[in-house]
């Protein structure tokens, strides 16, 4: 059986996003607001096809991709940096590069137990979050 990320996930704990925020170069004002938000994930899987939509009170931020099929992500509301990215297993872990300026970019997510998990990376930060089924 794969692994099946479908569903609605609502974040309870975020460790070192501002680290990761500050890693990104996002302002100070924009960190500030940015660290408050509870986002939702929504997540549509079909086969190896995903759409991810992010929301929050503040920013949303959609993305979809294929497994093994690179793709130019823009980053918009984020950080607005364009890079190459590239989403994998590795096991029963998503795991995506974003190739460009910034170095060892990147994220990956995964179930444990009940619970979705993202690690998102920035040059030599981590940020952990951990999402539940809402
Ligand atoms: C930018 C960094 C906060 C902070 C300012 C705006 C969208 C994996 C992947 C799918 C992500 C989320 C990245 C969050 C980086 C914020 C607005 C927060 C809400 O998720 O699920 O794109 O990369």
Not at 36 to 46: F, R, T
Request: aromatic share 10%.
């Amino acid at each position: 059986m794969p692994v099946d990320f479908n569903g609605t996930w609502n974040l309870v704990s975020n460790d070192n996003f501002e680290g990761y925020m500050v890693a990104l170069g996002i302002d100070f004002a924009t960190r500030k607001i940015a660290k408050m938000l509870k986002p939702q994930k929504v997540i549509k899987q079909d086969g190896d096809s995903f759409h991810i939509h992010t929301t929050s009170t503040f920013r949303d931020y959609v993305l979809q991709f294929k497994i093994g099929q690179e793709f130019e992500e823009d980053n918009k509301g984020l950080d607005n940096r364009k890079c190459k990215s590239l989403v994998t297993w590795e096991n029963d872990k998503l795991v995506c590069v974003q190739t460009g300026e910034k170095k060892n970019r990147g994220w990956t997510h995964w179930l444990e137990g009940d619970d979705l998990h993202l690690e998102l990376r920035c040059e030599n930060q981590v940020c952990r979050q951990v999402f539940k089924r809402a």
